[in-house]
């Protein structure tokens, strides 16, 4: 899966005049990558919000809110979500550190994210609805009681007969690295499971005889199945833990990503 995710765990650090420093350690992305930011739940320290976002491996702060990569240009938005998950207003400067986003008007926890790539603002919008969504519909996760976790059945994991290889020269790559370019995780929280039963399920459906648009229904139909099984590893990892919340709302920043890349995809 062509989706190229920074790591959650240990790619957030504090700097002096930042609240959070959000960077990229994964060391490489495809032409056509959406890379997302890792998500964190960040309370300012003075008055409102300073985010930097250092460029991505192989990419240069640009003018507008942009990265030059080498690739070329690529877009950059950020996801600013407040406590009760209502988008926040913001601003944006490039210098040579990266991209600084700040939000003046918020004095509480706020969810930091980011994305770059072509269809960044489509993206960042649906991350926003999916946030807002789930706030609205009250399902939020809740820290829940360590015993919660003896309910749970383990894990989603890795299929037996899937072929993980990841190198230059295997046989359609993206569908046998779980997450292309990227880490398999949000913190403890292992999704290389998840994501192994959907490139099983996009090798499936690509090769049947089906229309394109039938193909994209089919894919659509994968792609819920992965986010649910996504935010079922982050109960299991996380039971007991308020980490269960940023680590299920990233997930439905993921699934705002690869909404984007079923849309467009041309059924190959």
């Keep these: 899966m062509t989706l190229w995710l920074a790591p959650s765990a240990g790619a957030i650090s504090i700097s002096r ?27 300012p320290s003075g008055e409102g919000l300073r ?3 250092r ?15 080498e690739e070329g240009s690529r877009e950059f938005r950020p996801v600013l979500n407040d406590v009760s998950r209502e988008a926040v207003s913001y601003s944006v400067e490039v210098t040579h550190e990266g991209v600084i ?14 994305v770059v790539g072509e269809g960044a603002s489509h993206v960042q919008a649906a991350a926003l ?16 009681d360590e015993s919660s976790r003896v309910a749970l059945a383990g894990p989603v994991t890795v299929p037996r007969g899937y072929t993980h290889c990841p190198y230059i020269g295997c046989r359609d ?16 929280a292992d999704f290389r499971g998840p994501c192994a039963y959907h490139d099983t399920d996009i090798e499936r459906i690509r090769a049947l005889s089906r229309t394109l648009d039938a193909k994209r229904s089919a894919r659509r139909s994968a792609d819920a199945i992965l986010i649910t099984r996504m ?20 997930a439905l920043i993921y699934k705002a990503a690869i909404a984007y890349k079923t849309d467009t995809w041309n059924g190959r």
């Design 17 to 43: 005049g930042y609240d959070a420093v959000l960077e990229d350690v994964s060391g490489g992305a495809a032409e056509d990558a959406l890379f997302i930011y890792p998500v964190h739940e960040v309370i």
């Design 51 to 53: 985010i930097l976002f």
């Design 55 to 69: 460029a991505p491996h192989g990419c240069s702060p640009a003018t507008g809110s942009a990265f030059t990569c």
């Design 101 to 114: 986003v700040t939000a003046p008007d918020v004095d509480g926890k706020v969810l930091v994210g980011g």
């Design 129 to 144: 609805d999916n946030l807002s969504a789930k706030e609205s519909a009250g399902l939020v996760e809740k820290a829940v």
């Design 173 to 188: 790559r993206t569908l046998h690295d779980y997450f292309s370019y990227s880490p398999d995780s949000w913190g403890r």
């Design 231 to 250: 935010q079922y590893n982050c109960r299991w990892y996380y039971a007991g833990d308020a980490a269960v919340t940023p680590c299920s709302e990233f």
